[in-house]
């Protein structure tokens, strides 16, 4: 009987999954390691005290950032429940002090004053970079995969992962 439970538990997790999927317009997609790495070397070069993951799934770049960055205050946006939840067990079980995680829509939230570090899909890329235009914010974005559509990145470094994915640099 404790099968059942749990494969209906499993099941509703899925389904929340789904359903926020279709609701927010992507799933929650971990970075690679690798692209985790290239992250975090322009990240801590960073001048600013303030880096925000947008839209953080299941924590483990924020997490990695936090755990890398000790001096750095991290701040985590996702809006899809359970990886949000979980993130925050993570952070928990961890003790990160400097890791903030909300559920929240960044697009609603100051950006100004924090390296900006994203793995979102083609239209949250759009609407970003509608938001940088719209409050004028002048920051460096690092974007995994996704790239900005009327903004030159400044750099374009490739991760060593199975999909060689581009890690987007930008000063706006």
Request: proline residues 3%; charged residues 20%; aromatic residues 12%.
């Amino acid at each position: 009987m404790f099968e059942f439970y749990l494969l209906i538990f499993l099941l509703l997790i899925v389904l929340i999954i789904v359903i926020s999927s279709l609701k927010i317009g992507i799933s929650p997609m971990p970075s690679s390691k690798a692209a985790q790495k290239k992250i975090l070397e322009y990240a801590k070069n960073s001048k600013d005290e303030t880096i925000i993951d947008l839209g953080s799934g299941f924590g483990s770049l924020a997490i990695f950032l936090a755990v890398n960055l000790p001096n750095k205050k991290i701040i985590a946006y996702e809006l899809s429940l359970v990886p949000y939840l979980i993130s925050k067990l993570l952070k928990s079980l961890l003790k990160i002090k400097n890791l903030q995680i909300y559920k929240k829509d960044f697009f609603k939230e100051d950006l100004k004053n924090a390296t900006l570090v994203c793995y979102l899909y083609f239209e949250g890329m759009k609407k970003l970079e509608k938001k940088l235009f719209d409050e004028n914010i002048n920051t460096t974005i690092i974007s995994n995969t996704f790239s900005l559509h009327n903004i030159k990145p400044r750099e374009i470094q490739y991760a060593q992962d199975f999909f060689k994915s581009p890690i987007y640099i930008y000063l706006t």
